[in-house]
C-alpha cells in the first residue's frame, strides 16, 4: 500500500487544510506543464490527494482493517465480534489483552503534621473496608449464568452501517457485568458478596511527604467482583501550633511577648534539635529570619523561616 501521507509530505495528523496545502506546492512543481519529468510523480499526488481528501476513502485508508470486513463486519455480514468468535478467539486481538476482573481503588485521608513528615514516624491507619463473605466465598449466594450476556458481563452491539460501522461494549444492564444472576441470597451477607471488617496498618512516612501525595497499598481496598482493590491513603498536611511546611521550607511561627523583645536570641525547637537564633539588630516582623539549610531534605535542601508575633498583655493606665 502506497505511502499518501509521505507522497504529500505530511503528518497522518494533519488537518485538511495542511493536506490542500501540501498538494497545491507540489502539484505545481511536478505538474508535466512545468516539469516534463514529473509526470508520474504529478500521478501519485493526485492519487494521494484524491484519497486523503474525500473522508470515506482517507478512513478506509486509515484503517485498512475496517475495509477489509465492511467497515467492522466480517464475512457475509456476518459481524466483527460473532467472525473472531468462530474463527476461535475469546476475545478481540485488535484490542489487546482479555479484560481481567478489577475493583475501585479505595481513597482515605490520613493527617500528617509538618513535623512528623520531617521525622518520618509511623502512623497507625485505621479503616474500615468491605471484604468477601466466607459463607458464599463473595458470591452472595446460588448464582447461575446470565442469560442476557451469556456469562461475560458485557453486551456487544454493533452502530451505523458501512464504513462507519462501529462495535460497542457496553456493561451488561441485566448482571451489573458481573455475568450471572442471583438465585438465592446467602443467609450471611443477604446477597451482597461482602461483610464489613475494621483494619489497622502501621505506614512508615517518607521524610518530606508533602500535601496530596499518596501512599499506595495494594490489594488493600474493598472486595469487588471476585478481587481486591487497592487503598490509597492520600496525605492531607495540617498545622500544628508552631509549625508549617511550606514545600521543602520548614516554617515556625515564633510568639514573642514583651520579655522576649528585650532578649537577644531565641531557641528554637528544631527536630533535629533545639537551635538557638540571635535576633536582629532591627526587630522586623514584617521579614522571617532565614536559617539556611535546616528544611527538609528531598529534591534539594531547604531553609527554615521564622515568623515572629509579637504579643503581649498592655496594662491599663487609671485616668
Request: with cysteine.
Amino acid at each position: 500500500m502506497k505511502d499518501y501521507y509521505g507522497i504529500l509530505g505530511v503528518n497522518k495528523d494533519a488537518s485538511p487544510d495542511e493536506i490542500k496545502k501540501a498538494y497545491r506546492k507540489l502539484s505545481k512543481q511536478f505538474h508535466p506543464d512545468v516539469n516534463p519529468e514529473g509526470a508520474e510523480r504529478f500521478k501519485e499526488i493526485a492519487e494521494a490527494y484524491d484519497t486523503l481528501s474525500n473522508p470515506d476513502k482517507k478512513q478506509k485508508y486509515d484503517n485498512p482493517m475496517s475495509n477489509m470486513f465492511g467497515g467492522g463486519g466480517g464475512p457475509g455480514g456476518m459481524g466483527f465480534e460473532d467472525f473472531l468468535n468462530q474463527m476461535g478467539f475469546n476475545r478481540n486481538p485488535f484490542n489487546g489483552q482479555q479484560r481481567r476482573p478489577s475493583a475501585p481503588e479505595k481513597i482515605i485521608n490520613i493527617d500528617v503534621t509538618p513535623i512528623e513528615s520531617f521525622l518520618g514516624v509511623q502512623k497507625d491507619i485505621n479503616y474500615r473496608r468491605e471484604i468477601g463473605c466466607e459463607p458464599c466465598s463473595g458470591t452472595g449466594g446460588e448464582r447461575a449464568t446470565c442469560t442476557n450476556c451469556h456469562g461475560s458481563g458485557q453486551i456487544v452491539q454493533q452502530v451505523g452501517g458501512g464504513p462507519f460501522q462501529q462495535i460497542l461494549r457496553q456493561t451488561c444492564p441485566l448482571c451489573q457485568g458481573k455475568g450471572t444472576m442471583l438465585l438465592k441470597a446467602c443467609y450471611s451477607c443477604n446477597g451482597k458478596s461482602t461483610t464489613g471488617e475494621f483494619k489497622n496498618l502501621k505506614i512508615n512516612l517518607t521524610h518530606g511527604i508533602d500535601d496530596g501525595e499518596y501512599y499506595r497499598v495494594d490489594g488493600g481496598g474493598d472486595f469487588h467482583n471476585g478481587v481486591y482493590g487497592n487503598l490509597l491513603l492520600k496525605v492531607t498536611m495540617v498545622k500544628d501550633a508552631n509549625w508549617e511546611k511550606l514545600g521543602d521550607d520548614l516554617i515556625y511561627h515564633n510568639i514573642v511577648d514583651l520579655q522576649g523583645l528585650e532578649s537577644d536570641s531565641v531557641e528554637i525547637p528544631h527536630p533535629d534539635g533545639k537551635i538557638s537564633i540571635k535576633y536582629p539588630e532591627t526587630f522586623d516582623t514584617s521579614t522571617p529570619m532565614r536559617v539556611k539549610n535546616k528544611g527538609y531534605r528531598r529534591e534539594r535542601i531547604g531553609d527554615m523561616y521564622i515568623k515572629n508575633t509579637v504579643r503581649f498583655k498592655r496594662e491599663k493606665k487609671e485616668i
